[in-house]
């Protein structure tokens, strides 16, 4: 068994919320052992504490949000990951908003965070969940499926499918995490053109821009739609016959999009709240469908340490 590990020091990072465009301020402390992953939203009465655990997630639709009562705190799953991944078995984050700042879609910038800060194992030993049986979970409706295998290590292979001649399908693997810096840290979240007016309408993507999502405009708009997206995003007008991605920056692979979900199984696999020797295989991953195999997980792993 190995020992729980935490942050050598602590470390802060500021940003544009994706859905409400707050300029918001989240600090990384060390925390003792046994403490898991918790967010304190400081900019609340009480400054209450969230446990990051699959059970208090309340909303999947756009991003992974865990809840305790009334305070709650949105797109923590890039941070997750990179926690996760980092081997950080411990962290409070610190956050004055209700959510974490988005920064550049990825988890470049925490796992960068992480490697300056340092890493400190702790006394108690980790809580592991060593892999016997296959565990699945399938979401028919939606052709997605999870599944969790006996393996040496942690390794995770994701397949993405969308009506879409940019993304029709795509496949991306990590056979270890030693490789999450260099393969997929820096993987961006993505967003189709047709989303982003019903999700201007819902109130959600205020601080959304090509700076911190990859936006695929795959299907002809008029020029005053996509120009009304434009404004809406603080970008300049393009020419609305020319399809394909909007953003100036390349992708930095191929299969970024797959790469990215792959990067969200990781972070919402770190609720389960312990580390995993095994190995995920999922198809058409997603945050609803990512929680609702963690929180079985955790029902296994529940019962088996009751007998």
Known sequence: MSKQRTLSSAFTLKGKGLHTGLMLCAEFLPAEAGFGYKIQRTDLEGSPLIDV??????????????ACGDARCSTIEHCMAALYASGIDNCLIRVDGPEVPILDGSARYVWEAIARAGVTEQDLERKELVVS?????????????????PAEGFSVEATIAFPS???????????????????????????????????????????????????????EVS???LDGIADQLGVAHRDATKLGYLNSRPLTWDNEPARHKLLDIIGDMAL?????????VAMRPGHT?????????RQRLTSANEQ
């Open 272 to 280: 389960i709240g312990c580390r995993i020797q095994g190995r995920i």
């Open 165 to 219: 001649q940019f993304i029709h399908s795509q496949q991306a693997s990590l056979a270890d995490l030693s490789q999450f810096g260099e393969e997929i840290a820096a993987a961006r979240t993505f967003v189709f053109v047709r989303e982003i007016l019903p999700l201007l309408q819902l109130g959600l993507i205020k601080g959304g821009d090509l700076d911190n999502a990859i936006v695929i405009y795959e299907h």
């Open 289 to 297: 469908v990512n929680n609702r195999f963690a929180r079985l997980v």
């Open 133 to 149: 049986e296959p565990i699945t979970f399938e979401d028919a409706e939606n052709g997605s499926a999870l599944t969790l295998l």
């Open 223 to 225: 020029q005053e739609m």
């Open 53 to 66: 655990l699959a059970e208090n997630v309340i909303d999947t639709s756009r991003g992974t949000v865990v």
